[in-house]
């Protein structure tokens, strides 16, 4: 159950050299635009690192998450993803990984709508090709520990927003991903429940050594990270130590996970 | 993903947008309705058309008196006398024949009793029966000795003796027919309707000789209204033709050159023509209804279209997550499949159900086979495949990205 990060690893998780990202638009004449985003990024990230990444909006945050999560592709440069090299791999392989080795968590949630929590955490297990008995087993567990058992029946919309996030959590957490991507996953939170959200993720990255890559705009959700990176108009314009890396502490309100 | 697990999917879908499903179902269920109910409609028809040709009896020939005329010819159109018994006898004495039976008839009244009906005899010989295909309900045919002592006695057709005796048994009884009493000797198996829709159940059978001698009358001695040929086996047709053509030329002295003073009509070549109509009669009917099954199918791919487009964010979700194309494929895929079996299944069950009614209320035939029911099947699932496919395919070639920023 452990994730394979407990322990330092020989190589980073995550390693990014010279990666560009640019749209291609056309304009109201038919003309193609190229709007580029992201400029030059060089980036490494170990297993086992919580890094936030901030920036304004349109900095290209969510450009580069989605680049990190396998769901986009850059438009030059080279991504790594645990000694693989993200651009030669198939379409398929893809999909494989985006189900075992990352974890998504977004601003809006993105639960499958009609359908209980018990299912959606179980869902990328079905992906994975594990039994619907065995699935709903082991997504109930985690549902169980992120506070969540007696809401698997519920629908989404049944649902709070602090509820919704911890049921994408859960869902992220099922198939032992060593990575988590979250994008603004407080951004539709209030205060209390976005605090609950980041213990969470605290708790995650210090008990299982899971690597934690969030983006937010607030300072003080940025504050549980190690790492601050900062992006303006698609450059990496920071990236230190985070000075409050002791700052949150609290007691962690959820069973170990 | 395990097969079941999209099934569930799927049907969850499905049952969330039950009307547009049902809709979407509808133009399917029409359609297979219409494909079973077409088929069996042709099916019945071709049956019934097989059925016929085989109570009519093989390699036959129907040989009647006058020259062929351009409209076709006539049930022994009334006015010609060139036919006669010893015409027929000669015939029967060719190597390609098996058996002739010379025809007499004319309008009579039967009583029985306080009964009566009207109809038309017929004066035959005793070859008449096999000629014609016919077996025996209860009793036996005249024969030959019954013939040459033109003895009174008569067989009956099903519904002949069903009109004049209802429940009793008619055999050894006296019935009068043109006021002679005749006994009942023989009743024939029902038939049913001739090609032409002509009821055969009504007859009534009597020796040749009783006939001329005692009810149609022998104004011309002799003469007879047609004959019934039948060669020995089917490739004795076309030998059978020309030769019952010389020799009845030969017979009748026309010189080379004057057209016949008969026709011989090959009824084999008129039950293939009419086996060859009811074929291609089904086949039209399937066609036309396949056009709705066709229509369906355009239905359902646009409904799976519009789905794609609004379930856009879900694809992104379900690849974010972890679903390759062919998750994705295989999801919206069973889902227009399952649209069209679930609407071929109603389909079917509406197309045997319009069947039996119309079989029970428009007096036809219908015939359902398993074939049909397969095909129904095949049908509907190659439908949802074929128009399934390209939404399903669309919503697999979605990008990630571009799927999950879809609002
Ligand atoms: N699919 C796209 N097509 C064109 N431009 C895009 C697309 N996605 C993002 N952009 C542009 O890239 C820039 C960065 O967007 P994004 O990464 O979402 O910013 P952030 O998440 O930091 O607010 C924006 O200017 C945005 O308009
Ligand atoms: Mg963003």
């Not at chain 1, 038919?30 to 900095?59: C, P, R, W, Y």
């Not at chain 1, 992120?146 to 519920?154: I, K, P, Q, R, S």
């Not at chain 2, 008196?65 to 351009?70: E, F, I, M, V, Y």
């Not at chain 2, 011309?220 to 209204?225: A, N, Q, T, V």
Request: proline share 4%; aromatic share 6%; hydrophobic share 45%.
């Amino acid at each position: 159950m452990p994730a394979q990060s407990l322990n330092p690893a020989a190589y980073p998780l995550i390693q990014i050299e010279r990666l560009c990202k640019s749209y291609s638009l056309q304009d109201a004449s038919g003309k193609t635009i190229t709007n580029q985003v992201l400029f030059d990024i060089h980036l490494t990230i170990q297993q086992g690192e919580f890094v936030a990444i901030m920036g304004h909006s349109g900095s290209g945050k969510s450009t580069l998450m989605n680049i990190l999560g396998c769901l986009d592709t850059p438009t030059s440069g080279s991504y790594w993803l645990a000694e693989k090299n993200v651009a030669t791999l198939s379409k398929d392989e893809l999909a494989r990984i985006r189900n075992e080795k990352i974890g998504f968590v977004f601003q809006g949630f993105n639960l499958l709508k009609r359908m209980t929590a018990l299912d959606n955490v179980a869902t990328p297990l079905l992906y994975a090709g594990i039994s619907r008995a065995q699935s709903r087993k082991r997504a109930l567990e985690l549902l169980r520990r992120t506070g969540l058992e007696n809401f698997a029946m519920h629908q989404p919309n049944q649902l709070s927003g602090g509820q919704q996030q911890r049921v994408a959590i859960s869902r992220a957490l099922v198939n032992h991903p060593p990575l988590i991507l979250a994008d603004e996953p407080t951004g539709n939170l209030d205060t209390q429940t976005s605090r609950e959200i980041m213990l969470l993720f605290d708790q995650l990255n210090r008990e299982q050594g899971i690597t934690i890559v969030l983006v937010t705009h607030e300072d003080d959700i940025a504050a549980y990270a190690h790492r601050l990176i900062r992006l303006k108009d698609g450059h990496i314009v920071l990236d230190e130590k985070n000075r409050h890396e002791t700052a949150p502490g609290g007691t962690p309100s959820f069973p170990s996970l | 993903m395990n097969l079941l697990s999209i099934i569930g999917e799927a049907l969850r879908a499905l049952r969330q947008n039950r009307l547009r499903t049902g809709l979407t179902m509808l133009g399917m269920i029409i359609g297979v309705a219409a494909v079973v109910l077409m088929l069996s409609i042709g099916q019945g028809a071709r049956t019934k058309i097989n059925e016929t040709i085989a109570a009519m009896g093989s390699n036959l020939f129907l040989v009647v008196p006058g020259a062929t005329s351009s409209g076709g010819f006539s049930f022994g159109s009334g006015s010609v006398r060139t036919l006669t018994i010893n015409d027929s006898h000669a015939i029967a004495e060719l190597t390609s024949i098996k058996a002739t039976a010379p025809v007499t008839t004319g309008p009579v009244q039967l009583n029985y009793g306080a009964k009566n009906w009207s109809t038309i005899i017929t004066g035959t010989t005793p070859n008449y029966f096999e000629v014609g295909n016919w077996k025996m309900e209860s009793g036996a045919a005249f024969t030959e000795s019954d013939l040459r002592s033109a003895a009174r006695f008569v067989v009956l057709g099903s519904v002949t003796a069903k009109n004049l005796f209802n429940e009793e048994d008619p055999i050894g009884k006296t019935i009068r027919i043109s006021n002679r009493p005749f006994v009942v000797v023989g009743i024939l198996m029902a038939k049913g309707q001739s090609l032409t829709g002509r009821d055969q159940d009504d007859t009534v059978i009597i020796p040749i000789s009783t006939s001329e001698r005692q009810i149609t009358g022998s104004q011309f001695p002799g003469s007879i209204r047609y004959m019934l040929v039948q060669a020995k086996t089917p490739d004795d047709m076309d030998i059978a033709e020309i030769e019952i053509t010389q020799l009845l030329r030969q017979r009748h002295r026309i010189p080379k050159g004057k057209e016949n003073d008969f026709t011989v009509r090959n009824l084999t070549a008129i039950a293939d023509v009419a086996t060859d109509a009811a074929k291609v009669m089904s086949i039209v009917l399937g066609a036309i209804a396949s056009v709705s099954l066709l229509v369906g199918g355009i239905g359902i791919m646009n409904i799976m279209l519009v789905s794609v487009t609004e379930r856009t964010r879900e694809i992104g979700i379900r690849m974010a997550i972890g679903a390759n194309q062919r998750a994705i494929l295989t999801q919206f895929l069973l889902e227009a499949m399952m649209i069209c079996l679930m609407g071929g299944i109603i389909g079917l069950i509406i197309g045997i159900g319009g069947a039996w009614l119309v079989s029970r209320f428009a007096d036809m035939l219908i015939v359902i086979t398993a074939g049909m029911v397969g095909l129904a099947f095949l049908f509907s699932s190659a439908v949802g495949i074929f128009f399934g496919f390209y939404p399903a395919k669309k919503a697999a070639s979605l990008k990630p990205v571009d799927a999950l920023r879809y609002e």
